[in-house]
């Protein structure tokens, strides 16, 4: 839907995206099922059917929306990174938060990520052009890819904010109460000041980690994106919690 002419039922939508989340085997749909079945949810695919019979445009389309959970295993989650919202050109972003999958190409905010991990991860010793575009292998790890909006107004960032407000909630309401059964955090990492409005609503068994967003290296035309080591830091929590660490 970025865009398309249809207009779905908005309780057909909920069923087809559980169905795919189910579909996906990463164990999401029973966690994000009292969403998907949700008034909140039906009210968040009316929005953006509204959108498109104005023909507003949003990305990434409805079928990718979820896709950093339908790539994440739940059994395997371990870190949560959460940016701002997707790449609002049309057709570049694709679902995983900060990933340039379907182009390829990569977008500044993440030349800035992989020149931060080839400096502070690798000491220079590989070279950043050669990371994947495609983040797909992160989220494989047990990293969940996350927005604080899982869609934008193409062209526009930080359009729907609001609108994806009550999932993100209930989502992190979710995973706090996970991991307090599972007597084990998750680590987060939060990129930028948007991102980091969220901390309040996790429970104090939760590890949190910051960052500015790379987005804003990039506004400033700054030579590198300074990433407070992130990355190192979200191995050594790894590390102290018993849980392997990501192959950046």
């Known amino acids: 839907m970025e865009n398309t ?3 779905p039922d908005a309780n057909a939508y909920a069923e087809k995206m559980y169905k795919m989340l189910k579909d ?7 966690l994000l099922k009292g969403f998907l079945f949700s008034e909140d949810f039906v009210n968040i695919i009316k929005a953006l059917e509204n959108m498109v019979s104005e023909d507003v445009r949003f990305t990434p389309p409805l079928r990718l929306v979820f896709r950093a959970f339908m790539e994440c295993p739940i059994d395997k989650l371990k870190v949560v990174v959460v940016g ?10 694709d679902g995983i938060a900060f990933s340039c999958g379907n182009t390829g190409k990569k977008e500044a905010s993440l030349r ?21 575009a495609d983040l797909v292998e992160w989220s494989r790890q047990g990293i969940l890819m996350l927005n604080t909006s899982l869609t934008t107004e193409v062209g526009k960032i ?4 609001a609108l994806w407000d009550p999932f ?13 059964i599972a007597q084990k955090p998750i680590i987060w990492a939060f990129f ?11 429970d104090d068994s939760q590890v949190i980690l910051r960052a500015s967003h790379p987005a804003s290296a990039a506004y400033a035309k700054e030579k590198q994106w300074d990433c407070n080591d992130i990355f190192n830091k979200i191995n050594e929590k790894l590390e102290d919690n018993d849980y392997t660490k990501i192959l950046w």
């Open 84 to 93: 701002q919202d997707p790449y609002p050109q049309l057709g570049v972003a």
């Open 158 to 161: 930080g359009k729907h904010f």
């Open 112 to 132: 800035y990520i992989h020149g931060a991990i080839a400096r502070t991860v690798y000491d220079n010793s590989v070279d950043p052009k050669e990371l994947t």
């Open 168 to 180: 993100i909630k209930y989502l992190i309401d979710m995973l706090n109460s996970r991991s307090l």
């Open 24 to 30: 996906s085997n990463t164990g999401w749909h029973d």
């Open 5 to 7: 002419t249809q207009h």
């Open 192 to 202: 930028g000041k948007k991102a980091q409005e969220l901390e309040d609503l996790l």
